[in-house]
């Protein structure tokens, strides 16, 4: 072994060592009686330890906080009338039916359960609680925004990987490289590059932004340079092309992918060094300009020059990433509906205050919470209206179609067309974290990468238990 392989050894190991420890807790996504604490987290407590989740002070309880990175905010006992002194007992990830009124996991009604991430805990319609995986510290700098709202960019979310794509997006706006955002569809791919616009110095230029897959073929070099006066037609009117109207500025392109790669291939010359000719223009034009693409498709659907050429990457987590913000996210989405229509704003939130918390109740957030997405905030926002228009005066509820367990998701790259090679490559060059590797490989979920993993005893370095 060279001095080299040891060096890369020693380095992937004092990057095991940093990563975050992590272990179960209880986020509260819905209260009958304390309806503003959503998001807010309690650790469980280790294998052995026994807890109490109840009303009220005493020793040995569950501890809620309101977690962030840089600290956590201690929150104060819960107060729920309803809830019982001893509601649950907990010892390690095992919950224990210990007050009045029933117990509910996943919809089923038990005495005691083992959680594992992913399992809704429900309290006989009184408090709803989503059990995740959160390190115990929590790295950088938390922001000023109010608990729960949008901050400064819009980004909704206090999950850690609301967090993590925040710290992401303050990274990578401040340098001056192009860009790749990639996520699916509906998850604020947009938002993202509008605050990567806002936080870069070329924030105080207007954004110019295009979608890619409306530029019609024949069209894209006209659209992208622009064309001098009279050029190819008569009477064609000068043009500075969306390359020259961004000089000084970011350019947006939204559906990257859908441009074909012989297409991609006309900005090669404008990546590397800002040069470009306007259709009937014989003197070359430098923009000064930086490219932020998007798209929802794996990498590979890039031409691979105009990939290598993108050097800063930012993934876009799904809502099946982060499915304790779904009631912020759905607050913040009720919230608009109300400021747009004042009349819905009393059947949406108590007194029609939109700084409450929504009207709704527990099934409809916990069906929410645990749906397979698609087109993740779209499709919630989609869902939220058709829960408006299916109720009369009450909160908004779930209905059948929503509550029935949902299909495996189709779709994806076949898992049996790929090396093991190919995999394990891709994993490399995410540091071991399968969210966006299986994202970039285009399957159709994380559990099947899981399933190629195990099957080929791949290495993942540096694994955390949030990928």
């Not at 807010?40 to 407590?45: F, I, K, V």
């Not at 860009?179 to 924030?203: D, F, M, N, Q």
Request: net charge neutral; glycine share 10%.
């Amino acid at each position: 072994m060279n001095d080299e392989t040891i060096d890369i050894d020693a380095l992937l190991e004092r990057e095991r060592a940093r990563a975050p420890a992590t272990r179960p807790a209880l986020v509260i996504l819905w209260s009958r009686e304390e309806d503003d604490r959503a998001g807010e987290c309690a650790p469980l407590p280790r294998p052995g330890e026994r807890a109490v989740l109840g009303r009220g002070e005493g020793p040995g309880r569950l501890a809620f906080v309101r977690q962030r990175p840089g600290g956590s905010e201690p929150r104060p006992p819960l107060a729920a009338p309803s809830l019982s002194r001893e509601q649950l007992v907990v010892d390690g990830a095992r919950v224990a039916r210990a007050g009045k009124g029933a117990l509910r996991v996943n919809g089923r009604e038990v005495e005691a359960a083992d959680l594992r991430p992913g399992d809704l805990v429900e309290v006989s319609d009184r408090l709803l609680l989503l059990c995740v995986e959160r390190p115990a510290v929590w790295a950088g700098e938390g922001g000023a925004h109010a608990w729960g709202a949008p901050d400064a960019h819009g980004l909704v979310g206090e999950s850690p990987a609301a967090w993590a794509l925040r710290e992401r997006v303050a990274f990578v706006a401040r340098r001056a490289e192009h860009v790749l955002v990639r996520g699916p569809s509906g998850t604020g791919k947009e938002l993202v590059a509008r605050a990567l616009h806002r936080g870069s110095p070329r924030g105080r230029r207007a954004l110019v932004a295009r979608n890619a897959a409306t530029i019609p073929p024949t069209l894209v070099d006209a659209e992208l340079f622009g064309n001098v006066k009279d050029y190819p037609n008569p009477g064609m009117i000068d043009r500075p092309g969306l390359i020259g109207e961004a000089s000084g500025s970011t350019l947006f392109l939204d559906e990257f992918a859908e441009l074909p790669p012989e297409l991609q291939a006309h900005l090669l010359r404008v990546l590397d060094g800002g040069e470009y000719h306007r259709l009937g223009e014989a003197r070359a034009r430098t923009a000064d300009l930086r490219l932020v693409a998007a798209t929802n498709r794996p990498e590979a659907a890039l031409k691979h020059d105009v990939l290598a050429r993108l050097k800063l990457r930012v993934e876009v987590p799904g809502l099946d990433a982060r499915p304790e913000d779904v009631p912020l996210l759905g607050r913040h989405l009720l919230a608009g509906i109300a400021a747009s229509d004042a009349a819905l704003a009393p059947r949406l939130f108590p007194d029609g205050d939109p700084s409450r918390p929504p009207r709704w109740t527990p099934a409809l957030v916990g069906a929410l919470a645990r749906r397979a997405w698609t087109t993740h905030v779209r499709e919630l926002e989609a869902l939220l209206w058709e829960a408006l228009q299916r109720g009369r005066d009450g909160p908004l509820d779930a209905w059948d179609e929503l509550l029935a367990p949902a299909p495996p998701a189709a779709g994806g790259v076949d898992p049996e067309s790929l090396t093991r090679e190919q995999v394990q490559a891709c994993l490399d060059r995410h540091g071991g974290r399968q969210e966006p590797a299986w994202r970039e490989l285009g399957l159709s979920s994380r559990f099947v990468l899981a399933r190629l993993v195990k099957r080929w005893g791949l290495e993942v370095r540096g694994r955390g238990r949030g990928d």
